[in-house]
């Protein structure tokens, strides 16, 4: 039996992760699933339970993506498609590396994860404080080739204002995002939005509502998968999915109330405070310091608090201003 200290904990902990996958368009796995940890839950238990409370916030977060306009479904459907294959790539590169006995595999793992982290981050931070003629040169930017490919068949998307785009440039950005994720053990949104944003040619709402409709279709298969094995705590689920049913909610909200060089800065302040993280964790276990470790958790969810409450407060201060 759950005490009620952890019942309020679960709660409010899906609270801030909901306004976070509401308004970035991730699920929020990678501090869901350490948060269960350090509670005491087996690691099986805590990813299925993680998993199985993502598929529930992400079906409320993608309803309200939907009435908002938010969500474009033919993209989604293509990189859901195309992510699970990667996914399940990613997935099976691990195991080889498992039966190869790969030395500090762990350390390979989450050092490329930082690395991914730092660049998305730099990138995204470094383009939201540009000026317009820096944002003139960046047309010429890999981002934009990328885009202009043309490989039929292409489709046309109307409110993103761009050229036709190839369908197998979405399917690429899919399959990258699944890749890594069953690589990393993590979900693919930290990556799949800013490229649904630079590549693709979505605003960030879309970009986010576009994202988490891909996460509900990725994470039912795997919610599903964990159910059968055993690995999901439905009592916990709930729990923190009472209190992330009333965060997506504010964080869908508050994708159409912030301009979309604040949305940019926020998302690279959020993945450069998870990249720390990591690097403080991998400090910790490859030196066997434990208190490096608990910085870490303080670090994960100290940035969940700040950027969550920084998200309320923008949009607040922008419905304010509106009313006035």
Not at 21 to 41: A, K, M, N, V
Request: glycine share 10%; hydrophobic share 50%; aromatic share 8%.
């Amino acid at each position: 039996m759950l005490n009620l200290s952890t019942i309020l904990c679960l709660v409010v902990m899906g609270f801030f992760i909901g306004i976070l996958s509401g308004f970035f368009g991730f699920g929020g796995g990678f501090i869901l699933t350490p948060f269960l940890i350090s509670l005491g839950f087996p690691a099986n238990i805590a990813v299925g339970t993680s998993v199985t409370e993502i598929f529930m916030s992400s079906t409320i977060a993608s309803l309200k993506h939907k009435r908002l306009g938010n969500v474009e479904i033919r993209i989604g459907l293509i990189i859901a498609l195309f992510s699970l294959i990667g996914t399940e790539l990613g997935a099976q590169i691990i195991e080889q590396l498992k039966k190869a006995n790969v030395l500090h595999m762990n350390f390979i793992v989450s050092l490329i994860y930082i690395l991914i982290l730092t660049l998305i981050s730099i990138c995204i931070i470094r383009e939201s404080l540009s000026s317009s003629r820096e944002k003139d040169i960046k047309k010429k930017s890999l981002w934009f080739r990328v885009r202009g490919l043309k490989i039929p068949p292409s489709i046309v998307i109307p409110r993103l204002n761009t050229e036709p785009i190839s369908i197998w440039v979405i399917a690429i950005i899919g399959f990258i995002g699944g890749l890594l994720a069953g690589f990393l053990g993590i979900g693919g949104g930290f990556l799949l939005v800013p490229l649904l944003i630079y590549v693709v040619g979505c605003k960030p709402p879309i970009a986010a509502g576009t994202c988490t409709f891909g996460i509900l279709i990725s994470c039912a298969y795997a919610s599903l998968t964990h159910t059968f094995k055993g690995n999901v705590d439905f009592i916990s689920a709930i729990l923190i999915f009472i209190g992330s049913s009333i965060g997506v909610q504010i964080g869908a909200s508050a994708t159409r109330r912030v301009k979309e060089a604040t949305f940019k800065l926020a998302f690279g302040l959020c993945l450069s405070l998870i990249s720390l993280s990591i690097i403080t964790k991998l400090i910790s276990d490859l030196y066997e310091i434990s208190a490096l470790n608990i910085l870490s958790q303080i670090i994960i969810f100290s940035a969940l608090i700040l950027i969550s409450s920084l998200i309320i407060l923008f949009s607040a201060r922008k419905t304010i201003e509106s009313q006035n």
